[in-house]
């Protein structure tokens, strides 16, 4: 048996392996980063350090030794451990992705300010704007990219091996962990498991060759988070808001978690800025005045986009056609738009 083994079979038994602590396998998560064949004969095997713990990596060590002697007869093989200091400490461990042009990120302080809305709506107005998009659904414990995008039951095809290629919908390329658990599946995800499957879904997703790919991030400032600002090679950052004073705070510690990363920032999206009554046009600020202005000024970036309160935004969110599609002349598609050109306007040469 061992003499025919691939490093894909060895990849497959290694899913028989538990992260401890996890449901998911070590293959899932992305702590197996390659199995390549030695010239000499064996494998070498490469895991990721995920934790500062020891007794982790022993854990794991052990527990692939027992599958890969026991399980398909390998006894030839060595495991390297990419230490974790390496990988976060250095700019060149990022991940950027040939073909790509500009990894933008979308991220929120806290979770329901409409951060996936605006994602969604700024890759669909860049699309309109002829630019090739891909958009990768990175939140985890509220992926939206299923249900805005209207995908229903279609999964992203395999393409052999890891690989897959990503779902195509108005002239978006998708790419989602809603698609892999299903849009219902509750999600309960720590740092690790994060880290790993972002990871993953950015490099085994074939994006070809594209302008932009648009990162709608986990909500909030942890661990999770920095970790991801820090291992993608992101060209900006769009913090979203809505004008309350707490969610401010929180888009505060957004904006000083991409600045301790060194992303640049683009500016902040101020959404949920007001109502606008479609009969008589007076406009309400029902979440406060300014807020994201004040913000804006105090952290000397740029206030991007205020995108009103619209019924039609959410129900066009919900029955699966981002109103930039559904109704590209809208209020708030118009002002999507402008986000869009100023996104373009900011990025390097
Ligand atoms: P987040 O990604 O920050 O959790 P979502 O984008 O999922 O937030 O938005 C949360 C809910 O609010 C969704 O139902 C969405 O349709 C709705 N929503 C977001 N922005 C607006 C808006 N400007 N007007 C009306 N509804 C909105």
Not at 89 to 118: C, D, H, M, P, Q
Not at 281 to 305: K, N, P, S, T, Y
């Amino acid at each position: 048996m061992a003499a025919k083994a691939s490093a894909q079979s060895v990849l497959e038994a290694l899913r028989q392996v538990k992260y401890p602590g996890y449901q998911d396998d070590i293959v899932t998560l992305g702590i197996i980063e390659e199995v390549v064949p030695k010239a000499g004969g064996g494998f070498s095997i490469l895991l990721r350090q995920a934790t500062e713990r020891d007794g982790v990596i022993q854990h794991l060590a052990d527990a692939i030794h027992h599958t890969l002697v026991h399980g398909i007869g390998i006894e030839e093989f060595e495991l390297r451990v990419r230490k974790l200091e390496a990988e976060l400490g250095e700019k060149t461990g990022r991940v950027r992705l040939e073909g790509t042009k500009y990894i933008v990120a979308v991220a929120s302080g806290k979770g329901g300010v409409g951060k996936s809305t605006v994602a969604a709506n700024l890759a669909c107005a860049l699309a309109q704007l002829g630019l090739s998009v891909g958009l990768l659904d990175a939140d985890i414990y509220g992926p939206s990219v299923p249900m805005m995008f209207g995908t229903g039951d279609e999964r992203p095809k395999s393409a052999g091996g890891q690989n897959f290629y990503p779902i195509e919908k108005y002239g978006v390329k998708l790419i989602s962990i809603g698609f892999f658990l299903g849009e219902r599946a509750p999600v309960i995800w720590r740092g690790p498991m994060v880290m790993g499957a972002v990871r993953q879904f950015l490099k085994d997703t074939l994006w070809g060759t594209q302008d932009f790919l648009i990162v709608d991030l986990p909500p909030g400032t942890g661990d999770a988070q920095l970790t991801l600002a820090q291992q993608v090679s992101l060209d900006g950052a769009i913090i979203v808001t809505t004008p309350q004073d707490v969610a401010l705070l929180d888009a505060l510690r957004a904006v000083r978690m991409f600045r301790q990363v060194h992303c640049p920032l683009l500016g902040v999206v101020e959404n949920m800025s007001y109502f606008e009554c479609p009969d008589c046009g007076e406009r309400d600020e029902l979440f406060g005045h300014g807020g994201g202005e004040r913000m804006a000024v105090q952290e000397r970036i740029d206030l991007l986009a205020k995108i009103p309160i619209q019924t039609d935004l959410r129900k066009a969110g919900d029955e699966g056609m981002p109103l930039v599609i559904r109704n590209p002349s809208h209020p708030a598609s118009i002002a999507f738009k402008d986000l869009a050109r100023r996104v373009v306007a900011a990025m390097p040469e």
